[in-house]
């Protein structure tokens, strides 16, 4: 198995999510400027669980723009409705990939991405941006992950454009 995911089965992976959520709070509320606080959020998430890629895009016009992140080179722009990440985008959702290979029009940015993670952050009501999280392995994530990264995903939108 590889280094990825420490905490990816269980109660453990709840667990460590629970730890996180008090430590993203205060990170956010000591700070009020966007891109440090999604900068942070992104580092937090890979340190804690191991995540292979980490990030968030940005709505700008018609496009998600690559905002911080942790990992390897990322696809810079997605239009809205293309890969996981524009279709959370589209359909307001969180989405979740067990196997990137059987997700139709999945955007490769890395060949070793196996599964994802796509929750979009909201701002009166309306996507303002993704939370984007692969895995090197398939069938990563799950029901979970989902709860936790949308609760960060709200606490985030407090700040998001403040």
């Not at 080179?73 to 059987?102: F, M, N, Q, Y």
Request: aromatic share 10%.
């Amino acid at each position: 198995m590889s280094e990825s995911l420490i905490y990816t089965k269980g109660a453990g992976k709840a667990a460590v999510y629970e730890e996180l959520l008090p430590q993203i709070k205060g990170l956010l509320e000591g700070e009020a400027d966007i891109i440090a606080n999604l900068a942070n959020v992104t580092a937090v998430l890979k340190e804690a669980l191991g995540f292979f890629w980490v990030g968030f895009y940005l709505v700008r016009g018609k496009q998600l723009v690559l905002g911080p992140f942790q990992g390897s080179l990322a696809c810079t722009r997605i239009d809205k409705g293309k890969g996981v990440c524009g279709k959370a985008w589209e359909t307001a959702s969180t989405i979740i990939v067990p196997d990137v290979d059987r997700f139709e029009g999945h955007i490769a940015c890395s060949s070793l991405s196996r599964s994802e993670i796509v929750v979009p952050i909201f701002q009166r009501g309306i996507v303002a941006g993704v939370l984007d999280i692969d895995s090197d392995l398939t069938n990563t994530f799950d029901k979970t992950d989902a709860r936790y990264l949308e609760d960060i995903c709200k606490l985030l939108s407090v700040w998001f454009f403040s």
